[in-house]
DNA sequence: CTACAACTTAAAGCTGACTTTAACGCAAGC
DNA sequence: GCTTGCGTTAAAGTCAGCTTTAAGTTGTAG
């Protein structure tokens, strides 16, 4: 009676057997009790697992993983951890939706395109460019308001 | 008197040179003419930059600009080829912002943790996913409302 | 003649989060 | 004792969109 096998822990928790090993590889799982070379688990593998698991659904990199797990002092409790760590990504996604929201108005001003040819496209968008490279350069002409 | 070179282009629409001659490899620019080997380019090719980083900057990946190019039937007018690949990509972002809401959504909810162990979390974590693989595998039984 | 800048190519490197492959070990069942 | 089916490792491969590197070519200036 000697605990779980790698593919058992990850059938449990839909990984695969790679990735459990790539974690700990990467050090944000322990390494694991051998049994003749083998890993074996107890339960608590499943609750680290299911906080990466949660952790990456939310949208942490690995890199915020271990700094959740380790980049605190040790008497810190998880909800501080959690609120920190939550904060920061919270307003990571406000500058990305935000930013989204600019690329779907230039999407919607592209539906309105009138060319013929992609190139006709390009020439004004080029012209543009230029505009606005000079209009950088020498601030002090404006451009005729649009 | 024969052209710019891929430098001049380059720094014309703020690429690298190496960017260009990528974009050349994977054909979504045509093979340049040549003068003792180097590239020599008309401003042709400024249009054709200008459409691609515009392409890029609104969201769409270097095959969906090969796309934009070649996937359409020749006299296919620009703007039909904006609208579609705009169409898609619309719908694409409309989806992933629903996505970064519903994380958004987990992010606050993360926020009211009150565990003091990480394994505390994770242990609701793990028992909640149990419960709903129970509940795929066999629906009848109704888990109560939380 | 030589140095130098700018070009050329193919191939390798970068990022992150893994997966795949190759070569091997170990225990159970026949 | 042999096969089957797990497990192990290190190293290489994957994706995109380039950049970097190494080694070589070309044209111009001194």
Known sequence: MAGLTISQ???QVDLRP??????????????AQRSSGQRRY?????????VIQRARLIGFSL??????????????PA???????????????KTLVEHIQTIQGLLRRQQNCR??????CGKVMFLKSC??????DNPQKKTRKS
Chains 1, 2 share one sequence.
């Open 9 to 11: 822990v990850a059938g």
């Open 18 to 31: 790679s990735a459990i090993r790539y974690y700990e590889r990467i050090g944000i799982l322990p390494a």
């Open 42 to 50: 107890d339960e608590t593998i499943m609750y680290r697992l299911a």
């Open 63 to 76: 890199e915020e993983i271990r700094r959740l797990f380790f980049g605190f002092r040790t008497n810190t």
């Open 79 to 93: 909800s501080k951890r959690w609120a920190e760590l939550s904060r920061q990504k919270l307003a990571e996604l």
């Open 115 to 120: 060319c013929t040819k992609l190139d006709q």
């Open 131 to 136: 505009e606005q490279h000079a209009a950088k």
